[in-house]
């Protein structure tokens, strides 16, 4: 049976004439009455858009499309735009103004300046699995693959006026984190909950919400919750993602099934992966967790389809993956979209003009 996916998008408030983000997210949601479900994230600058689980990939792709026309459609009629960015081009973010509610001011109590620059948004993909063992075991299966996925979904390489020189700066941003970035490998369920045990003892964790990790158990869903990608530009590229997500899983869970818990790759090597991948995104070489080797970033692209190859196949995702990936390699992922239109003019307005567009085309 194909699982369930279920997903959310956050996207950023914008003014269109100054094209700063700006702390009106309330009036968005207000304005929202059409939407089925968008709610406000931790600062004022966000919006998030959840959709109905479903099994079909196309299913998914008309809803979201409604959905992030429905938002901008809120948001013209505040005087407002939104975009699909991982992270503000323009605008007085530090730091950022969180949301009415008590949980982000006792984060704010913990994490103190890691908060400043939590204006960052991401795509979060959830897939249905048996449990939380089986999520904790597909987690380790994903490991290898999560630095690829950020080089495909890479959509922030510009933050509050300038360059970063990286692709992705919300995972390098995130990064910092106590608890975020690529899970560590767990032989069995029980070495997961002793660390959870031990991250709350700590301080590092406020609540089960808080284990920030790339892949992780849902804390409220029978799902494995994939959270590693920048929110993409373009809805297809989000497609693209999402039904590489689930093929990965399935193909993690069937070697569950099988009695394989996976590989337990250095987490350092890892990191070092994920800061690669956040740099170049597709335009460079990335390194292969498993062989320990740098590779053409297109080359681990198609490492990663072949893996998941079967499992696209099974769920007829395969043609539209494959169009989808090609696509991306070709014309690169949102970072190259934003340092061309940087490029046309050489002004970062042009990144935000470029973006309100493309977040609704």
Known sequence: MTPLIGIEEEYLVVDPWTRHVVPRAAEVLAAATDVLDVTHEITRFQVEARSVPSADLNELGVRLRATRKEV????????LAVVASGIPVLGDVVPAPLSDDARYEQGRVLYRALQDEISICALHVHIDVPDE?????????????????????????????????????????????????????????????????????????MDPKTVFWDTRPSPTLPTVEVRVADVPLDVSDSLTLIGLIRALVVTALADVARGDRGQPYPSEVLRAAYWRAARDGLLGDSLDVREGTLVPASVMAGRLLAHARQ?????????FVEEGMDRLLRRGSGAVRQRQAHARTGHLAAVVDDLIEATVA
């Open 133 to 205: 063992e089986h999520a904790v075991y597909v987690g380790n299966h994903l490991r290898p693959w999560l630095p690829t996925l950020i080089a495909l979904a890479a959509n922030s390489p510009f933050f509050v006026g300038r360059d970063t020189g990286y692709a992705s700066w919300r995972v390098i941003s995130w990064g910092r984190w106590p608890v975020s970035g690529a899970p560590p490998y767990f032989p069995t369920f029980a070495d997961y909950e002793q660390a959870l045990h031990a991250l709350s003892r700590s301080g590092a964790l």
């Open 72 to 79: 901008a459609a809120a948001a013209r009629s505040c005087g």
């Open 311 to 319: 499992a696209l196949d099974d769920s007829g995702d395969l043609p």
